[in-house]
């Protein structure tokens, strides 16, 4: 079974498109993020979720909206596709209380944007 | 804020060799976590060892194994014994307890010669 499945794993698009990119977690973990890998390989997160709440958004750009509907699932939704926003999307979840706990990541979703 | 340095982009081993990947951080914090992950091709995020600021024993998993220097803000990774499994890029990250979330440094590629 897998812990964190993401879909779609990959995802090319228009510029000017509206996406979505689906997240769950089949841990149990009250914790969810979305982290950015850029063309550089770089990591960077982007928003954290605990119990549903909004708890960390890393001066993202408002044309991303993240939703977690319940604590388990964490969708990321992307208004008006820009050329920068190509990049790997990759969810995670952790349990909050025990900050020495390790992130499972989930295999990420390559965007293309054209 | 909190940073994290991996100063080799790239390194080179042979199989059966032991590599050194170096990782400096900076943070004003007391109390932190300190990861390794591996990205392989696949781009699956594997943790391969992590290490708690307040412990001064060194973490060891298997082949793995860490320096950690507090004072100094250092935490390389020793790999004993390379295999051509361990070929992927390693990202050294730091653990904010504020959402959990993880500051990666900007990775190093490693790879096995057989």
């Known amino acids: 079974d897998t812990a964190v499945s993401q879909t779609p794993k990959y995802l090319v698009t228009q510029m000017g498109n509206d996406k979505s990119i689906k997240c769950e977690q089949n841990l149990g973990h009250d914790t969810m993020y979305w982290y950015k890998q850029d063309s550089k390989k770089f990591l960077k997160i982007m928003f954290s979720?605990?119990?549903?709440?909004?708890?960390i958004n890393e001066t993202v750009p408002n044309r991303f909206s993240p939703k977690s509907p319940d604590k388990a699932h964490l969708n990321l939704h992307i208004n008006s596709l820009e050329l920068g926003d190509s990049a790997v999307y990759f969810c995670?979840?952790?349990?909050?209380?025990?900050?020495?706990?390790?992130?499972?990541f989930g295999q990420g979703t390559r965007l293309t944007v054209v | 804020a909190q940073t994290v340095t991996q100063s080799q982009p790239e390194m080179s081993v042979q199989e059966a060799e032991t590599v050194t990947l170096s990782c400096t951080y900076d943070?004003?914090?007391?109390?932190?976590?300190l990861f390794w992950y591996k990205q392989p091709p696949s781009r699956q995020m594997i943790l391969v060892i992590r290490q708690e600021a307040y412990k001064q024993q060194n973490a060891t998993e298997n082949r793995f194994s860490v320096n950690f220097q507090k004072a100094a803000k250092s935490f390389s990774l020793k790999i004993s014994d390379s295999q051509l499994g361990d070929a992927a890029m390693y990202f050294c990250a730091y653990s904010v307890e504020y959402g959990n979330k993880l500051v990666f440094g900007a990775g190093t590629i490693l790879r096995v010669k057989s």
């Open positions: 943070t004003s914090e007391s109390d932190y976590y």
């Open positions: 995670a979840s952790s349990q909050w209380a025990d900050t020495n706990t390790e992130a499972f």
């Open positions: 979720y605990n119990n549903k709440e909004l708890i």
